[in-house]
């Protein structure tokens, strides 16, 4: 295929800033007879020689899978552990990273075996569809999004959001001066999340619906297992997505911290009650998925793999399937895209820490064995979290509220959300479901549970407040088996008496 450009989608902010540092030397062309020397000797970098490093070597003991900490005296684990990962100052295996060069200052991209794990990876789980795509490591998802902001948006410009939405991502918008619009979500049954009518509708008639404001430049989508809605699109469902987008000239900005976690559908699996991590990994369904299964079969294709012009842009994070506190995630997109992003890392952070970086590729490399060994992990988070999200279901389905029609549940096809909808505000005017999904917070708040408001999480709170009735619920946090029972069991009462109540607190 020949090479194209997505320059024209570009920020100016971003396509003006410079990378140079002045350690490079003189950028002219060399004098005549120049001869550059064998083994020149650095009296240039500010970098500390790893000498100075007080760390001499390091060791991560890992677990078989989630929660097994549960279910051992942490001295006895760590003395029969044998499943740990050294860390050392010097190595001569090209996919380890070593201390001495982990904790060193680095290129701004990422160090080369953990970002080249990064595009193996994306090429074995969502493998894009052209070949000009680059990869570069951020500081989670956060990051990651501020930079496809600032890579793409200038002052004035316009981008499109779920209406409901991880609403941080309004702070990276307003970032980079640009005003966000938002879509309607589409609650019904079998639903892919955005209105796709009312997208293609608006698009179509932009110039009269909003005169005053530029077409597009950008749409922000949570695509699989959305945050607040726990909603997926299918693929196919994407390729129309995709179409909108070549037709109108906008870029799609994937974030997908959640996707590779796929559940099953309620009461595809067996669901019980366990007492100790061990049982509830034991009787989680879906542990006889092959990672080829679940390549096939249960991941849901990413708008990367339809990308044929690069107009797709990529958050990845590690935080939800290994730890929010490395503060690490990646972007894949476009070479040109990478490039300013890049560029925008030296002025704002100098990239990702090189102690997450290593001790992520190492254990990945040293003891998951690589993408699919990693993958292998995610395999059996996706059983605990599928096990969570069923008891969580099966709770609300047994309880007066929902088998009275007050309550109704979106079954999630991935991820930890699920929308907890009060049926009886539905057809409600505005302000009526406003005020009771105040009150109904406070309610749920005083049987000692807590949930977040739909309307939190909304772009524009008065433009989806008929679409509100709903508390998203995170099956994420919970100690164990019995804390999610009873988080249920409280959130119906809740409601219940809210309602048996004259729907008042
Ligand atoms: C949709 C979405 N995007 C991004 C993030 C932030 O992820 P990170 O911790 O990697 O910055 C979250 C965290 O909850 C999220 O839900």
Redesign the pocket.
């Known amino acids: 295929m020949n090479r194209f450009t997505i320059d024209h989608l570009i920020s100016k902010r971003a396509s003006k800033r410079e990378s140079s540092h002045f350690t490079s030397g003189p950028q002219e062309t060399p004098p005549v007879g120049f001869k550059p020397h064998p083994d020149p000797l650095l009296l240039s970098y500010g970098a500390p020689n790893n000498g100075f490093f007080p760390i001499e070597s390091s060791k991560v003991n890992l677990v078989d899978y989630p929660f097994q900490h549960q279910d051992k005296l942490e001295r006895d684990y760590f003395e029969e552990n044998t499943h740990s990962v050294n860390i050392t100052r010097y190595t001569t295996n090209p996919d380890l990273i070593d201390l001495s060069t982990g904790l060193q200052y680095a290129a701004v991209e990422g160090h080369k075996p953990l970002l080249q794990f990064t595009k193996d990876f994306i090429k074995r789980t969502h493998n894009p569809n052209y070949n000009q795509w680059e990869s570069i490591l ?8 501020n930079k496809a902001c600032d890579a793409i948006l200038d002052v004035g410009d316009v981008i499109l959001i779920e209406e409901f ?2 609403t ?2 309004l702070r990276f918008v307003n970032n980079a001066g640009a005003t966000p619009i938002p879509i309607p979500i589409d609650f019904s049954p079998e639903s892919n999340g955005i209105n796709l009518n009312y997208l293609t509708e608006m698009l179509g008639n932009w110039s009269n619906k909003y005169p005053d404001l530029p077409k597009p430049k950008a749409l922000y989508t ?1 695509a699989t297992g ?2 607040p809605t726990g909603l997926t699109q299918t693929f196919q469902f994407r390729k129309q997505v995709y179409k909108l987008a070549e037709l109108h000239d906008f870029i799609i900005i994937e ?4 996707g590779y976690l796929t559940l099953p559908r309620y009461g595809t699996t067996t669901t019980t009650t366990t007492t100790t991590a061990a049982a509830a990994a034991a009787a989680a369904a879906p542990k006889e998925v092959t990672v080829d299964e679940y390549l096939k079969s249960h991941l849901t294709p990413s708008f990367l793999e339809i990308d044929t012009r690069g107009r797709v842009i990529r ?1 990845e ?4 399937l290994f730890a ?1 506190g490395l ?3 990646f972007i894949i997109a476009h070479e040109s895209i990478i490039k300013v992003i890049k560029n925008y890392s030296e002025t704002v952070n100098r990239g990702a820490s090189g102690l997450s970086q290593l001790v992520v590729n190492n254990v990945i490399h040293d003891k998951f064995g690589g993408v699919d060994g990693w993958i292998g992990w995610i395999l059996k988070m996706r059983q605990t979290y599928s096990q969570r999200k069923d008891l969580l279901l099966k709770t609300i389905f047994e309880s007066k509220a929902y088998q009275q029609g007050l309550v109704d549940v979106i079954d999630p096809q991935a991820g930890m959300f699920v929308t907890f909808k009060i049926k009886f505000l539905d057809g409600r005017n505005q302000e009526e479901i406003t005020t009771k999904m105040k009150q109904l917070l406070w309610k749920t708040i005083s049987y000692g549970v807590r949930v977040v408001s739909g309307s939190n999480m909304s772009v524009d709170a008065n433009f989806s407040s008929e679409r509100s009735n709903f508390f998203r619920l995170c099956y994420a946090p919970a100690n164990n088996d019995k804390e999610i029972i009873e988080s249920g069991k409280r959130l119906t009462n809740a409601v219940l008496e809210f309602y048996n109540n004259g729907e008042k607190y």
Do not use: C, E
Request: charged share 20%; proline share 11%.
């Open positions: 951020t500081t989670g998802a956060s990051d990651g999004l939405t991880f941080p991502f949570i959305q945050n974030d997908d911290p959640y958050v994070t590690f935080s939800k929010p503060r690490l995630g």
